[in-house]
């Protein structure tokens, strides 16, 4: 007869095998999960009725799959399969395993062993891992090394290679690794942005810090401040404090204090280079004397509370050899340049001057009296103002015609004496004159007929002298009342061993603050009068400059409260140079865009 | 009693039992740490730096040292902790000091920094640290406020028991389900076949599980069986009480494996975190002395 021989297989708790065996005399068996099943397999993967296992002849089993699922043969999924008993094959239904083999009696045994749990819960689980995160995040050693190595290549060793294998040129390659851009602290100011990302023009060598030298490379003629010896001795002694961070600094190798970047800062941010703090210049200027004794500066130490007095150069002697001395304003120097000139009488808002601006107003622009712009013209840069131009500044007024021609207006020559002399002997010698010709000054001038190139027939002074003889004009012209007497001093023929009449040459100076810096541009808003008291001058020779006390209404020390904190730097140059001392750029761009003011650029 | 008062008697004067390394000491180095603080804020406004205050100032280079010479220690912690000891200069001691001044951090190193970041090494490990400081806050916050809840949720379970159970409603569901046609044992099976611990991630932090095989399976029953009446004997009305039963304990077992994940996460940032900074800090350092 034909059987199969079933050893059910199980486990008890302590892991013992348990051994059911029963003997099916069929040809026939049914495999699934129903319970009436020959081979019933509570596993719910498994149908109901899932295969059927048959004879085919001694030696051979057939197993073929009822529903839609296989079942496993030696770990492929079939659907059916005839196994040779002898050789043995292993079925796999769900989470049960079926060895088959051959019994003695050469019975197909089918050994059934259930292998996988009865859910995923129910398989072993080691706790203390399940109920932690081990396994779902990253493992935290793991993480640890992996982002410490990518920080060390990425921001260590590949700034360091790319320093090592820097080529030595400007290759201006785009696609060079520029490793060490990650170690900026900052980006460079406007001035030196070309520079950003070539680290090695400043940082010349690794681990040595930034020295002059390198700056020097390109600012090739800055000035030194002053003789190098002289600075030593100036410098005021620092503190415990100070000296400590000094002794740490020279550990360190840092070089000494002075270096080009104890005031230049950089890495300091995209824009303009900040101006050098007060405090690098009253390290030594504040107390200069104690240390310097054959200093001729003032102790500075901030220019609200501890600055001397402005010294503007003035001229003590004028004419062809001037000389100029530097004096306090607090010595009320005048300052002599050769002319004449009553500053009240032209600003006057009365009187003929007044009068006089106002005939002229639609001619030239002028307002109901004169105003300093009618007469001082700024420089191009606005910083100062150009010397008075006779011919653009006064002649408009004061002019120096003397006769008509078929419409053409004969002047005196301003500033060639010798030529007004020729010019007044020519016209004598041609013919003699119709009417006597106008040759005299400004005093008793009346107003409305005095527009520039006119010749006016009042005959004032050459009325009343009536020069009929060309000597006599030359005499009156020079000599008070005439034209070049009311505003120059004139000398006649004789005097200091001239053969003829000199005019005093005069000399009007642009700057007086020689080592200090003073933008007009940058005082706009103000008026003229409210540092320069002109309306009340009555003489050339008065120094209008202002002193330190009218600064100090709006500009006070770095620190200060003032209207307008100023360091040094706002005036003065450390690289004593003749131009403005450096300013960052924004602040002059700012400065230009002030709208033009009313009192110095009028037209 | 005789054998537990001299272990009393070591304990550090005003030390109580119960104090967490928080309140360590009444407060004892939150103290420490705001004077600190105060110090360096004070010096800060006090010294002027030109043109403003930076890393490079000679003000900048102490409270950096002091800056790094702190994170030295804090990341000693991992080793300190390997060693418990009572007494002053216990573990919670050192962990009380290690939470305080660790805050203290974000005061020195910002004002290292002189308000300067960009995108830098330097500015990396400043990001670093304060990532790792923001975790340590975190770790502190759930160690804080989460313990009661982990309790509460538990009913006085144990770990073990929690699966036991869910073992015991999975065993009597397999069995349940032994009758049933293939289609509804497949739904059965599914929610058998899934590990309670899977999922990723994020649905252990929220303790959402939208693809949850059991209550899948128990709407796809429901559905096919809504419109039948309800007999008392149905396998399927058992298996559908079974189904509810396992959902009940899975949200329990789910809220204790978020609660726990809380616990731990921060760690999973804070020491690698670490390491990083340690990294970030070696670059930081090497890197301004070479430049220098």
């Known amino acids: ?19 059911r065996a029963a003997t099916m005399e069929k040809p026939q068996l049914i495999l699934g999960r129903a319970a009436e099943n020959d081979i019933a397999l509570p596993d719910l993967a498994l149908e109901p009725d899932h295969a059927r296992i048959e004879q085919v002849d001694a030696r051979t089993i057939r197993v073929r799959a009822t529903g839609t699922l296989g079942f496993g043969l030696d770990g492929r999924t079939v659907r059916s399969a005839e196994i040779d008993v002898a050789k043995g094959a292993e079925l796999r239904f769900g989470g049960h395993r079926i060895t088959v083999s051959q019994g003695e009696d050469g019975a197909a045994i089918l050994s059934i062993r259930r292998i996988d749990a009865v859910s995923e819960a129910s398989e072993d689980k080691d706790e203390a891992r399940v109920f932690s995160l081990r396994g779902l995040a990253p493992g935290k050693r793991l993480t640890a090394w992996a982002m410490a190595l990518v920080i060390l290549i990425g921001f260590l060793a590949i700034p360091i290679w790319s320093y090592a294998n820097r080529p030595t040129g400007d290759s201006r390659d785009i696609y060079r690794v520029r490793g060490d851009k990650a170690w900026s602290s900052g980006p460079l100011s406007q001035a030196h942005h070309a520079l ?29 401040h002053a003789p190098a010896t002289r600075i030593a001795m100036a410098r005021a002694k620092p503190g415990l404090g100070g000296q400590f961070l000094n002794h740490v600094a020279a550990t360190f190798g840092k070089p000494p204090e002075g270096a080009c970047v104890d005031c230049h800062r950089e890495h300091e941010g995209a824009g303009p280079m900040q101006p050098a703090p007060q405090a690098f210049c009253t390290d030594c200027h504040g107390t200069l004397k104690d240390r310097l004794k054959d200093t001729k500066l003032g102790n500075a130490a901030d220019f609200g509370t501890s600055h001397p007095q402005f010294s503007p150069l003035v001229q003590t002697v004028p004419g062809e050899h001037p000389r100029f001395a530097r004096m306090s304003l607090d010595a009320r120097p005048s300052d002599d340049s050769g002319l004449k000139f009553p500053h009240d009488i032209h600003l006057s808002a009365t009187g003929g001057v007044a009068q006089m601006a106002r005939s002229m107003k639609t001619q030239t622009g002028f307002g109901d009296a004169l105003a300093c712009k009618d007469c001082h013209k700024p420089t191009a840069d606005g910083v100062r103002f150009l010397p008075v131009n006779m011919e653009r500044d006064c002649q408009m007024c004061h002019s120096l015609a003397f006769e008509t021609i078929g419409g053409t207006v004969r002047r005196l020559r301003h500033g060639q004496p010798d030529q007004v002399i020729a010019d007044l002997r020519a016209y004598y010698r041609s013919s003699g004159p119709t009417r006597p010709i106008a040759l005299g000054g400004m005093a008793r001038r009346r107003p409305g007929d005095y527009a520039q190139g006119q010749v006016y027939h009042a005959y004032f002074g050459a009325v009343a002298t009536r020069p009929s003889r060309a000597d006599e004009a030359i005499r009156a012209v020079f000599s008070k009342g005439g034209a070049c007497y ?12 001239n053969a003829d009449w000199q005019v005093l040459p005069v000399h009007q100076p642009m700057r007086y603050m020689m080592n200090g810096w003073f933008d007009h541009a940058a005082h706009r808003t103000e008026t003229c009068e409210s540092c320069h008291a002109a309306p009340k001058s009555h003489d050339a ?63 | 009693m005789a054998t537990r008062a001299p272990f009393r008697a070591r304990r550090a ?37 030109t043109p403003h205050h930076n890393g490079g100032s000679w003000y900048g280079y102490t409270m ?56 830098n090494v330097h500015t990396l490990a400043y990001a670093l640290m304060m990532l ?51 289609g509804q044992a497949a739904l059965v099976r599914q929610s058998l076949e899934q590990n309670p611990f899977g999922g990723h991630l994020l649905n252990r932090l929220s303790g959402r599980y939208p693809r949850c095989a059991t209550a899948k399976a128990q709407a796809a029953l429901r559905h096919g069986t809504g419109t039948q009446s309800d007999t008392g ?14 959902q009940a304990m899975l949200a329990r077992l789910r809220r204790h494996l978020k609660l726990k994940a809380l616990l731990e996460i921060w760690l999973y940032v804070h020491v690698p975190a670490t390491f990083a900074l340690l990294a970030a800090l070696t670059a930081h350092i090497v890197s301004v002395f070479f430049y220098w």
């Open chain 1, 1 to 19: 007869m034909i059987s199969f021989l079933i050893r059910q297989i199980s486990l008890t708790a302590d892991g013992r095998e348990i051994v």
């Open chain 1, 196 to 224: 950003e990302g070539r680290c090695e023009t400043c940082h010349q060598k690794a681990f040595v810090s930034v020295r002059d030298s390198a700056c020097q490379t390109c600012h090739k003629d800055v000035h030194d």
């Open chain 1, 486 to 497: 009311d505003c120059h001093t004139v000398t006649p023929p004789g005097a200091n061993g």
């Open chain 1, 541 to 603: 020779k008065q120094l209008l400059l202002p002193g330190i006390d009218s600064c100090r209404t709006c500009h006070g020390g770095e620190k200060s409260a003032a209207d307008v904190p100023s360091g040094c730097a706002m005036c003065h140059s450390y690289h004593s140079g003749d131009g403005a001392p450096w300013m960052p750029a924004d602040r002059s761009a700012k400065r230009d865009k002030v709208v033009l003011p009313r009192n110095i650029r009028g037209e």
């Open chain 2, 13 to 49: 004067k005003g030390e109580v039992l119960h104090d967490g390394f928080l309140r360590h000491a009444r407060f004892r180095w939150l103290k420490v740490a705001m004077l600190v603080c105060l110090l360096s804020i004070a010096s800060y406004m006090l010294v002027d730096v």
């Open chain 2, 64 to 119: 950096g040292t002091v800056g790094v010479l702190l994170i030295l220690w804090l990341t000693l912690l991992g080793l300190r902790k390997r060693a418990m000891t009572p007494g002053r200069w216990s573990l919670k001691a050192w962990t009380s000091a290690h939470v305080y001044l660790g805050l203290g951090l974000i005061v020195i190193a910002t004002l290292h920094t002189g308000f300067q970041l960009g995108w």
């Open chain 2, 132 to 182: 790792v400081i923001l975790s340590g806050i975190f770790g502190i916050t759930v160690y804080a406020t989460l313990p009661a809840a982990l309790s509460n949720n538990r009913a006085e379970m144990t770990q073990g028991q929690m699966l036991d159970a869910v073992r015991a409603i999975d065993r009597q569901l397999h069995d349940a389900a032994q009758p049933l046609p293939q």
């Open chain 2, 233 to 246: 004997n149905e396998p399927l009305e058992r298996i559908d009480a079974l189904l509810e039963r396992k």
